[in-house]
């Protein structure tokens, strides 16, 4: 299992929202280089970026922040937010952007998902999440008619490295994450699925240690970690711990 720290950017800035409320931002770091370089230090093997204001706007907006943890950090990055055609896609690929998750355009665009996933190998995520059992998009201000089973199945046979299943409704209030849901979807679907949204202290990640989740290929830790309620350290050597013999401790860097 792999845990991946989240910088969420707003305005440039690290922040956490309460929910995806935009209104509800708490700033953590002015710096994203800072965080990123810092938590790349504390051992962790990938980073997990969103552009926040990019996923509203349909478009990057916090480009120059991202650029510069690029250009700092040597541990691959998954970015999500304002992703929504090849050209966005296939520009942070060739910046050094490891993986792109697209949310918003796999419910509206299914097409793009699939032909960025065969012209791109193990570098196109998915983004799904869900509010009150749908799938939310542009940037979660609205619902679409979709379960996250039956938008995860659309692209079973796509060669998507990886969903990451965001449960809203959990995002950013240190209630847990939603393993019922989270697990579903992963048994429904063969693509790697990453638990995201609510994870809150060390027993959610000894929890996710314990053989029903080995269906998960991660979480990621957001609000926890900046609160100091996740000890990195600890958290890493639990789950270097738990890791199967012969199983690589930190994934190669994905290059364009």
């Known amino acids: 299992m792999i845990l991946f720290p989240a910088i969420d950017l707003k305005e440039g ?15 953590f770091n002015d710096d994203p280089v800072d965080q990123a370089t810092t938590f790349e230090a504390q051992g962790f ?28 950090v040597t541990v691959p990055v998954q970015l999500g937010g304002g992703i929504r055609d090849m050209r966005t896609i296939e520009g942070w690929l060739a910046a050094g952007v490891a993986r792109v998750i ?22 196109i ?9 749908r799938v939310a998009v542009h940037g979660w201000a609205e619902t679409s008619t979709l379960t996250a089973e039956e938008l995860g199945r659309r692209f079973e046979d796509a060669g ?18 939603n393993i019922p849901m989270t697990l579903a979807l992963a048994q429904a679907v063969s693509i790697p699925v990453i638990a995201s949204g609510g994870l ?11 053989p029903d989740c080995a269906a998960l290929a991660g979480a990621i830790t ?15 050597a639990l789950i270097a711990g ?6 690589a401790s930190r994934p190669e860097r994905i290059r364009a």
């Open 13 to 27: 800035r690290c922040v956490r929202l309460v929910q995806g409320d935009m209104a509800q931002a708490t700033i």
């Open 45 to 72: 093997q990938w980073l997990h970026l969103v552009d926040l204001d990019g996923a509203f706007a349909g478009r990057p907006v916090n480009a120059e922040a991202v650029r510069a943890v690029l250009a700092k």
């Open 102 to 123: 697209i949310g918003t355009a796999a419910v509206q665009d299914p097409d793009l998902v699939r032909e960025a996933a065969r012209l791109h190998p193990g570098r």
């Open 125 to 133: 995520a998915v983004g799904i999440d869900a509010k009150d059992g």
């Open 160 to 177: 998507v490295a990886a969903i990451i299943y965001t449960d809203i409704a959990r995002d950013g209030i240190l209630k847990g994450l």
């Open 200 to 210: 809150a202290s060390m027993a959610d990640i000894e929890r996710l240690l314990e």
């Open 222 to 236: 957001g609000r926890a970690l900046y609160d100091g309620r996740i000890d990195p350290a600890e958290a890493l």
């Open 242 to 247: 738990a890791r199967k013999p012969g199983e």
